[in-house]
Each structure stands twice: as structure tokens, then as C-alpha cells.
């Protein structure tokens, strides 16, 4: 995944001398600004994520300051702080969950690309794997998320974007009669922690090519042993 760019709109003239900036001339043609006091808000968290993904990509999230944040971001220390009272470790936050949405979304576009129930499972699961390839998802999903969040918080995060769809998934496959008969939510937590493990081993291969053709391998296998008869 590309980051997602760190610019952002101008604001109004009187934010403008809040950040310590002077307004535009008179007669030079301005920028879009956002036009109200929650557009303002939105553009400034959206340019403090877009910034902090970035440096937490390059970086990783202990080898980024707060002031190299709000520098790329374009605004204050007290912006950021408004925004993220938790600080540098809230925004985090707020940038993996940015990243766990955004993989999800291309799990279940992936999997909409068949009509067979069972293969939705497969194709959603090696486009997870694949996106756990991405230098980007390694680092801040994969390898800071846990370490700086915790495992009970980064789990819930993985849960709250993720976890939902494996379980409808699962249950369409069995109703369709694509997988053995059982409790949906039982097979989907199941499911999600092996997947959850491959993406681990992945990003912490040193081969992380090798790593993700024996994961990719090994969840298909364990699929198949869930499988219901061919139609």
C-alpha cells in the first residue's frame, strides 16, 4: 500500500495565524481551504495520519518524534495534541486502524472476484497474505502494532475489522454447503488466529518471500480439511 499523502488544504485565515502563517496576498489565486470549523478538524487529523504513516513506515514508531510529525504535517504540537490527547501513541493507533480498514477492504474485493463461496475464503486469504508483504503493513501492522499497543488492543483492532467478515464469510461457505457443517464463529476465530500467525511469520521472515509461499501453502491446506463436497 502507498501512503497516503500528507498535505493538506490550507486553512481558514484565522487558523492560518494560528499556525504561525500569513495570509495570501491579495490577488494570488488561493488554495481549496476547508470552509468550516469541522472541515478545519478534518483536514488537520487527516494531514497528522498521513504524516505519521509515512514516518512510521520509514522509520518505525520508535524512531519518529512528535515534532518531525507535526513538521511533515504541516501544523502545531498543540494540534496534535487537540486532535490526539493521547499523543504519538493515540495517533498510532489511529494509523493502524487506517491500514487494517484499508486491508480489508481489499480482502473482501478480492473475494467478491468468485462465485463459489469456499474459493472467497481462499482468494481472501492469500490477499492477506499478500498485503502483509507490503514493507508498510509489516512494520506498522504487523511488527510495531502489537509491541506498542499490546497484543489485547492490537487483537482488538484485528477483531473490530477483520474478524466480522471471516465469520459471515464462513457462514455463507456453510450454507452453501462449500464447508463441513459447524459453528461459524468457531471456525472463523480459528481461521483468523491462523491467519494471524501466517501474517506474523511473514513479517518477520528473513525470507519473507519463502515465508509467504509456506504460509499461503499451509492455510489452503487447512482450508481444504474444512471443506464440504464439491458441487
Not at 504513516?53 to 496534535?80: N, S
Not at 499497543?149 to 487483537?155: A, I, K, Q, S, T
Amino acid at each position: 500500500m502507498e501512503g497516503v499523502a500528507a498535505r493538506v488544504p490550507d486553512p481558514e485565515p484565522d487558523a492560518s495565524a494560528a499556525h504561525g502563517r500569513d495570509p495570501e496576498p491579495d490577488g494570488e489565486e488561493a488554495q481549496p481551504r476547508p470552509r468550516t470549523k469541522a472541515a478545519q478538524r478534518e483536514a488537520t487529523t487527516a494531514a497528522l495520519i498521513a504524516a505519521a504513516r509515512e514516518l512510521f513506515a520509514e522509520h518505525g514508531y520508535a524512531g519518529v518524534g512528535t515534532e518531525e510529525i507535526v513538521k511533515r504535517a504541516g501544523v502545531t504540537r498543540g494540534a496534535l495534541y487537540h486532535h490526539f490527547r493521547g499523543g504519538k501513541e493515540e495517533l498510532f493507533r489511529a494509523v493502524l486502524v487506517q491500514i487494517s480498514a484499508e486491508t480489508m477492504q481489499r480482502v473482501v474485493q478480492a473475494a467478491g472476484a468468485t462465485d463459489d463461496p469456499f474459493e472467497e475464503l481462499v482468494l481472501g486469504s492469500e490477499t492477506f497474505l499478500d498485503a502483509c508483504m507490503n514493507p508498510e503493513v509489516q512494520r506498522i501492522m504487523l511488527t510495531d502494532g502489537p509491541s506498542v499497543l499490546g497484543w489485547d488492543v492490537w487483537r482488538a483492532i484485528d477483531t473490530d475489522h477483520g474478524l466480522g467478515l471471516l465469520e459471515a464469510a464462513v457462514q455463507h461457505a456453510m450454507d452453501a454447503g462449500r464447508l463441513l457443517p459447524g459453528s461459524p464463529s468457531a471456525v472463523a476465530h480459528v481461521l483468523s488466529g491462523a491467519l494471524d500467525e501466517a501474517a506474523m511469520m511473514v513479517a518477520r521472515a528473513d525470507d519473507p518471500e519463502v515465508a509467504r509461499a509456506e504460509m499461503g501453502q499451509t492455510v489452503r491446506r487447512l482450508l481444504e480439511g474444512l471443506r464440504g463436497p464439491t458441487p
